[in-house]
């Protein structure tokens, strides 16, 4: 410690250097300021980009390719014909009488025979099972849509909830700092008699305080990881990166045409899909009523009497007594649970849209409200709070309030603009992902 300078200096310059190395001042609209993030990249850190491409291929959007791939081989197992049946026989053998000497049972009369029957679906069967088919496979392609656009908004989520746990951890751990050089300074000052033993407990306290809060911005900032970790199938110690906070804060363009965004929803394909594979379930269920036909044709060859015997035959069901009216019935069922269910999505698609609008909208202007008016203004009322204790004008308890309502401010501001970030990246990933997406 300079011996020309006194305990009361030696605090007053320290608190005058905590306020600006750790609470500079952040310029409106503009990136965050050192306090809060660093510019430049690390060597572990993750890029938003890259987290939005490693959750697009993650393990629950290839369970959706497994199931959209198990519908499109449903499609070729319904569009084909019925397959063919050949049958061969034997009949008609005559064990007492034979062709010739001996009584082998080679040598008996024995009918021989082989046909093959093939079934002749009627009604448009075959070309209503495939489309019902090949809507059931859209509907899943469009399922996978749907899932890759929610495990990119979670991991939106995710990356800017591990960006501002970061920021959180740095800004917390540099307000410990202060007030631990700040309990010690007080420490000094009670030794030289400059500072009453009750002040100097006060700030011991804030800083005891001041790293219960950091170990919980650490607890925070570990989850956050884990979290996005999860979605990204990324191994633990996940670190984003400062520079993917967005560099202007606006609200979503007034005039958006919801309705149109929400007809193109995957969520609303995708019901509009099985909707139409209900229907021409209901056609198939319908065209039952039109009986197939069985024909076939057998070449018969019976010792002793013809060598060549053709018999041809037609078999076709008799409905007497139903008419169908069970698959008919469960069809129809199946077609109004599907049209109820596309009414629902489209109306859920329009209020999710109208939701994330409102959000983005209003946390734009409380982002806004936080770094053009209320963080400069806690950080002036900081700044002249240290100016005015070292002039002796204030109190130590109006310093420790002024600092409590900075820190208070900082992490507020924090959080505003990572539910922006959240806000809006949900808002473009439903309506423009190519802004997001590479």
């Known amino acids: 410690m300079n011996a020309a300078m006194s305990p009361r200096q030696l605090f007053l310059l320290t608190t005058l250097a905590c306020a600006t190395s750790g609470w500079a001042q952040t310029a409106p609209g503009r990136a965050p300021a050192p306090a809060l993030a660093a510019v430049a990249p690390r060597a572990a850190e ?43 026989k034997a009949a008609s053998m005559d064990l007492q009488h034979g062709l010739g000497p001996g009584n082998a049972l080679t040598r008996k009369r024995i009918d021989k025979s082989i046909g093959i029957d093939w079934t002749w679906e009627r009604g448009n069967k075959r070309a209503l099972r495939t489309l019902a088919a090949q809507r059931a496979s859209d509907a ?7 899932m890759q656009t929610q495990q990119l908004q979670a991991a939106l989520a995710a990356y800017y909830d591990l960006l501002a746990a970061q920021e959180r951890l740095d800004e917390t751990r540099e307000i410990e700092r202060g007030m631990v050089e700040l309990s010690r300074v007080a420490r000094l000052r009670v030794q030289a008699g400059d500072l009453a033993r009750q002040d100097a407990e006060r700030t011991r306290i804030e800083a005891e305080r001041a790293h219960a809060d950091t170990q919980l911005a650490e607890l925070a900032h570990e989850q956050a990881a884990l979290a996005l970790a999860q979605l990204t199938a990324r191994g633990p110690g996940l670190q984003a990166c400062a520079c993917d906070w967005p560099a202007h804060i606006e609200g979503p363009a007034p005039g958006a045409d919801l309705q149109a965004w929400a007809e193109a929803r995957a969520d609303v394909r995708a019901a509009l899909a099985r909707t139409q594979a209900a229907q021409a379930g209901l056609d198939n269920a319908m065209a039952l009523r039109k009986a197939d036909v069985t024909i076939g044709a057998s070449y018969d060859h019976y010792p002793g009497t013809s060598n060549r015997l053709v018999e041809l035959r037609a078999q076709i069901p008799l409905h007497w007594g139903y008419d169908f009216e069970g698959e008919i019935g469960r069809a129809q069922a199946e077609l109004s649970a599907a049209q109820e269910a596309l009414d629902k999505t489209r109306r859920l698609a329009l209020l999710d849209l109208q939701s994330l609008q409102q959000q983005a909208a209003n ?29 002796g004008a204030i109190s130590l308890t109006d310093l420790l309030d002024a600092r409590r309502t900075l820190r208070a401010t900082l992490l507020e501001a924090l959080a505003a603009r990572a539910d922006y970030a959240k806000a809006q990246g949900s808002w473009l990933l439903r309506t423009q992902p190519q802004a997001l997406l590479p």
Do not use: C, W
């Open 140 to 146: 899943a392609e469009s399922d996978v849509q749907e």
């Open 363 to 391: 946390a734009a202007r409380r982002a806004a409200g936080y770094e053009a008016g209320i963080l400069p203004r806690a950080r002036e009322v900081a700044q002249s709070a240290e100016l005015a204790y070292t002039k």
């Open 46 to 88: 993750l890029t938003l980009v890259q987290a939005l491409t490693a959750a697009r291929d993650n393990s629950d959007v290839a369970l959706a390719r497994h199931a959209a791939e198990a519908a499109r081989a449903d499609v070729r197992s319904a569009d084909h014909a019925p397959i063919p049946v050949l049958t061969t």
